[in-house]
C-alpha cells in the first residue's frame, strides 16, 4: 500500500495554509468594502436595493409607459418589466463590479507597497461586493415572474450554471481591467465610455425581437448579450439564437481564463512598479 511522501504532505500543508490565509484576507476585506462604502448614508445597506429598484422604475417608466415598447412571445401582464428585469439582474452586478474593480489596484498602490499581499484579492472584493446586488436582481425576476404566471420551466434548473458563468466571466474582466489600469491609466476613462456604449449594445432596454434578424448574429460577439439572452430563455422562455449556449461557453473561457492569466503574467510589472 502507497503511503504519500513527507513532500507530498508539506505541499498540501502549505497550500492548504495558503488558501485559508487568501481567504481570511478576502473576508476581511469583503468586510471593510461594504462598511466604507455605506459609511455615512443614512439608508445604509438598504441602498443595495433602493439603487436598482430605482433604476428598473426609471428604465420601465421611460421604455415601457412612455415608449410602450412589447416584448414578443411573452404575452403577459408586464412582460416588458420582466424582460427589463432580467437583463438588468445581469447588467447592475456586472457595472458594479467593473466601475469598482477597475481602479482597485491603483486605489491601494500605498497599501500594496507598505503590505504585500496577493493583489488579486482587491478585484477579488469588487466582485464580492457585487453579489448583493446579483442577489436582489434575480431574487425579483423570480418572484415577479412567478407571480405573473411565467414559469417555473424546467430550464430554470440552468440558472445557477449561468449565475457562475456571470460571476467567472465577471472576475476575468475585472482583473484583466484592474491591472491594465494600473500599467496604463487611461484604461479607467476609456471603460467609462465603453460600457455607456456596451449597454446600448446589450438587449437590454430592448428585446432583440425589435432588432432585424440578419443582425442577431452579431449579438454572439457581446458577452452580456449572450448571458442576458439566455437568462432571459432561461427564466422567461424566451426565444434564443442558435449558437448563444455555444458563444457564452466561449466568452466565459476566453475572458475568465485570460483575464486571470493576462495578471498573473503582469503581476512582475506591478511588483516593479510597487
Not at 114 to 134: C, F, H, N, T
Not at 137 to 165: E, N
Not at 226 to 246: E, I, S
Request: charged share 10%.
Amino acid at each position: 500500500m502507497n503511503h504519500p511522501t513527507p513532500r507530498f504532505n508539506a505541499v498540501s500543508s502549505a497550500s492548504s495554509r495558503s488558501t485559508r490565509q487568501v481567504w481570511v484576507l478576502w473576508r476581511y476585506w469583503m468586510v471593510r468594502e461594504f462598511k466604507t462604502r455605506y459609511a455615512g448614508s443614512v439608508l445604509g445597506f438598504a441602498w443595495a436595493f433602493v439603487q436598482p429598484i430605482a433604476t428598473l422604475a426609471i428604465f420601465y417608466v421611460l421604455f415601457g409607459l412612455v415608449l410602450a415598447v412589447r416584448v414578443p412571445g411573452l404575452e403577459v401582464d408586464n412582460g416588458y418589466l420582466l424582460h427589463l428585469l432580467a437583463g438588468l439582474a445581469v447588467w447592475l452586478p456586472f457595472t458594479d463590479a467593473i466601475g469598482r474593480g477597475v481602479g482597485s489596484l491603483a486605489a491601494y498602490e500605498d497599501f500594496l507597497r507598505k503590505q504585500p499581499m496577493p493583489a488579486e484579492i482587491l478585484p477579488a472584493v469588487s466582485v464580492g461586493g457585487s453579489l448583493l446586488v446579483l442577489g436582489i436582481g434575480y431574487g425579483l425576476l423570480l418572484a415577479l415572474s412567478l407571480a405573473q404566471g411565467v414559469g417555473p420551466f424546467v430550464s430554470l434548473a440552468w440558472l445557477p450554471v449561468l449565475i457562475l458563468a456571470q460571476i467567472v466571466l465577471t472576475f476575468g474582466l475585472t482583473l484583466l481591467l484592474s491591472m491594465a489600469h494600473f500599467l496604463w491609466r487611461d484604461v479607467g476613462s476609456m471603460v467609462a465610455f465603453a460600457l455607456q456604449l456596451w449597454f446600448y449594445l446589450t438587449p437590454v432596454v430592448y428585446p432583440l425581437s425589435q432588432v432585424p434578424e440578419k443582425f442577431h448574429g452579431l449579438f454572439l460577439l457581446n458577452p452580456l448579450a449572450c448571458l442576458v439572452l439566455m437568462v432571459q430563455g432561461t427564466v422567461l422562455h424566451m426565444p434564443v439564437p442558435a449558437g448563444t449556449p455555444l458563444a457564452l461557453g466561449i466568452w466565459v473561457v476566453l475572458l475568465g481564463g485570460g483575464g486571470w492569466w493576462f495578471f498573473r503574467s503582469m503581476k512582475s510589472a506591478l511588483g516593479e512598479a510597487l
